[in-house]
């Protein structure tokens, strides 16, 4: 694959990704007969969507100038997005003082999927430059 549609590939892998897997959380939630109105889970998407593709872009951008930088440009995105959860999400997630399994895989799931491409992408940029 020619290295100029990683971005593309990226992009559409990315919200492709993410919307099918925040369609199969909710349908599963709500099977389950959990509530959702209280579990920020667009918020959440959302979020882990734009900093996946923050992070991305960074990589990407400084590929060439800073190659031996890229890993700790990976690093850095996942603190900022563990830093952004504490901020917006987690005071909603523990307003009753206790966070539960179900409010933390509403974070975890697209969290693990944004860091699981972004590491791929990651490889295969290094692999390829």
């Known amino acids: 694959m020619k ?3 990683y971005p593309a590939l990226f992009v559409s892998s990315l919200l492709l990704g993410l919307v099918v897997l925040f ?10 007969g959990h509530q959702l109105s209280g579990l920020q889970i667009v918020k959440s998407y959302v979020l ?3 900093m996946a593709l923050i992070v991305f872009f960074a990589i990407y951008i ?4 800073h190659r031996d930088l890229l890993g ?6 996942s603190l900022i997005k563990f830093t952004l959860f504490f901020i917006f999400l987690y005071p909603g ?4 003082g206790n966070m539960e399994r179900l409010e933390f ?5 697209p969290y693990g999927f944004a860091s699981v491409l972004e590491t791929f992408f990651l490889v295969k940029l290094l ?3």
């Open 3 to 5: 290295f100029r549609y």
């Open 23 to 32: 369609f199969a959380q909710i349908w599963l939630l709500e099977n389950k």
């Open 48 to 50: 882990n969507g734009i």
């Open 62 to 65: 400084f590929r060439n100038k």
């Open 72 to 77: 700790f440009f990976f690093l850095g995105g």
């Open 93 to 96: 997630f523990n307003h009753d």
């Open 105 to 109: 895989l509403v974070f975890f799931v």
């Open 127 to 129: 692999n390829t430059v």
